[in-house]
């Protein structure tokens, strides 16, 4: 699979605080998408990127899609305790079958 | 409306024991995916399957078997179970690249 690079590998923050994670790959994808995984559940899609220069926002997250095609971002404003979990970029393309490329995750914990 | 269903939730299994982890999805998807997920290293594609009755290897193939036996399930098979095989096993299955990923809540598996 294609390595996807996800940082910072964790963080701990307080309640209130605004969030930044990224992704960056040596591959291009034409899609990228973002997740959240809470304890012993399976990933659950926040927000999915078609295009490259997009940006978009799902509540008090946002992504971009970017313009290389090699990177993402997400950011999440004043954040608040239920943000803690784990949260993963994926790559995908139309070839093998849609697969998901998953960086390695950033764990989240907020502090009240 | 049940999405992705996994069983069994939990398994021991002794080295050299085979089983089979189930996945069903109830939301007429096409495609469909078993990931691992170990500590620190995301999601890795196991095997997945495009369309009913086409299965391919994804990253860690190695040590597993597929069936997608109809459109609605897609099982994985351990053989001959090893250590290195204790993981969390995520289902997953895709109606077109526009709807994104339905998780199942995983399959913890140790093999002791």
């Known amino acids: 699979g294609q390595q996807l690079n996800q940082s910072p590998q964790s963080m701990f923050i307080q309640e209130g605080e605004d969030v930044s994670m990224n992704c960056t790959s040596s591959s291009i994808f034409n899609t990228w998408l973002w997740y959240k995984q809470d304890p012993g559940e399976g990933p659950v899609l926040l927000i999915a990127l078609y295009k490259a220069g997009e940006l978009t926002s799902n509540g008090r997250l946002t992504a971009q899609f970017g313009i290389t095609r090699k990177d993402s971002f997400l950011n999440i404003s004043a954040s608040i305790p239920s943000d803690v979990g784990i949260y993963f970029c994926?790559?995908?393309?139309?070839?093998?079958?849609?697969?998901?490329?998953f960086g390695k995750g950033t764990s989240l914990l907020v502090t009240p | 409306n049940a999405g992705v269903t996994q069983t069994p939730k939990f398994q021991v299994l002794k080295t050299g024991q085979s089983m089979t982890l189930q996945c069903a999805q109830d939301?007429?998807?096409?495609?469909m995916y078993w990931y691992r997920q170990d500590p620190g290293m995301g999601l890795r594609l196991i095997y997945y399957s495009a369309s009913e009755g086409t299965t391919d290897k994804g990253e860690v193939p190695n040590g597993y078997n597929v069936s997608r036996l109809n459109k609605r399930e897609f099982s994985l098979r351990l053989e001959s179970a090893a250590p290195s095989q204790t993981s969390v096993y995520f289902c997953a299955s895709l109606l077109t690249a526009s709807y994104g990923y339905t998780f199942g809540s995983g399959t913890r598996l140790t093999v002791v």
């Open positions: 939301m007429n998807h096409n495609s």
């Open positions: 994926a790559g995908q393309n139309s070839n093998s079958g849609y697969a998901l490329n």
